[in-house]
Nanobody, 125 residues
Framework: VQLQASGGGLVQAGDSLRLSCVASGGTFIKYRMGWFRQAPGKEREFVAGISRRGTSTYHEESMKGRFRISRDVAKNTVYLQMNSLKPEDTAVYYC???????????????????WGKGTQVTVSS
């Protein structure tokens, strides 16, 4: 499956952005989908994940209440709505697809089978 992320940009602290990730070349509902991010000099970290049919969502604790993941099965697209952005949210955001993970499996960088090219999010203070 190929993944194409978009929607990043330069915003001010407190602003919102919605990232999109379109999947193609595979059966979308066969994959758990996740968003990860990587800031300069840091490891890629989990942001949010969603189950195959979108019935369950998972958010990294520090981002709960500000970020929300969703998916539109008809559009083969997963979204990340980001509100109240902070300068520390500055990173490249990646979407990933997990083909084999069980519904309750942990969300890990190594557990994702496919990655899209990232989209840069820069939050100025």
């Amino acid at each position: 499956v190929q993944l194409q992320a978009s929607g990043g940009g330069l915003v001010q602290a407190g602003d919102s952005l919605r990232l999109s990730c379109v999947a193609s070349g595979g059966t979308f509902i066969k994959y758990r989908m996740g968003w990860f991010r990587q800031a300069p000099g840091k490891e890629r970290e989990f942001v949010a994940g969603i189950s195959r049919r979108g019935t369950s969502t998972y958010h990294e604790e520090s981002m709960k209440g500000r970020f929300r993941i969703s998916r539109d099965v008809a559009k083969n697209t997963v979204y990340l709505q980001m509100n109240s952005l902070k300068p520390e949210d500055t990173a490249v955001y990646y979407c990933g697809a997990d083909r084999d993970g069980a519904s309750q499996s942990p969300w890990t960088f190594g557990g994702m089978d496919y990655w899209g090219k990232g989209t840069q999010v820069t939050v100025s203070s």
